[in-house]
C-alpha cells in the first residue's frame, strides 16, 4: 500500500520561506517519478515541480529560480524548498508518484497522491 504524507505548510509573509516534506513508503523503488502540485481556490491543478529517481528535475515557469524539488532516498521523503514565497504560491500542496519515463507535471501520469498541506502567502 502506498502511502504519501505531507507536511511543513503554513503560513508566512511575502518573500519568506517553506520546506515541504513528503514521506512515502510502500513503493517501488526503480523508475518512479514523483513531484509536488498545488491547487488553490478557483484555480486549475498546477503541476510545480517534478523530479525522477536518478535525480531530474523539471520545474514550472512560475517558479523557476524560487523553488527546489529534492529527494533523500535513505529516508524516502520527497522536499520542495519554497523561497521568495508570493501571495499567489497560495494553495494546497500535494505530493505524487508515477512509474515510467519522467520527469512529468502532467497530474493524469500519476497513481498515488497525498492529502495535502495548505500553504499561506500574505504581505
Known amino acids: 500500500q502506498v502511502q504519501l504524507v505531507e507536511s511543513g505548510g503554513g503560513s508566512v509573509q511575502t518573500g519568506g520561506s517553506l520546506r515541504l516534506s513528503c514521506a512515502a513508503s510502500?513503493?517501488?523503488?526503480?523508475?518512479?517519478?514523483m513531484a509536488w502540485f498545488r491547487h488553490a481556490p478557483g484555480k486549475e491543478r498546477e503541476g510545480v515541480a517534478g523530479i525522477v529517481s536518478y535525480g531530474a528535475t523539471i520545474y514550472a515557469d512560475s517558479v523557476k529560480g524560487r523553488f527546489t524539488i529534492s529527494q533523500d532516498n535513505a529516508k524516502n521523503t520527497l522536499y520542495l524548498q519554497m523561497n521568495s514565497l508570493k501571495a499567489e504560491d497560495t494553495a494546497m500542496y500535494y505530493c505524487?508518484?508515477?512509474w515510467g519515463l519522467g520527469p512529468t507535471l502532467h497530474h493524469s501520469r500519476f497513481t498515488y497522491w497525498g492529502q495535502g498541506t495548505q500553504v499561506t502567502v500574505s504581505s
Open positions: 510502500g513503493y517501488t523503488y526503480s523508475n518512479y517519478y
Open positions: 505524487a508518484i508515477g
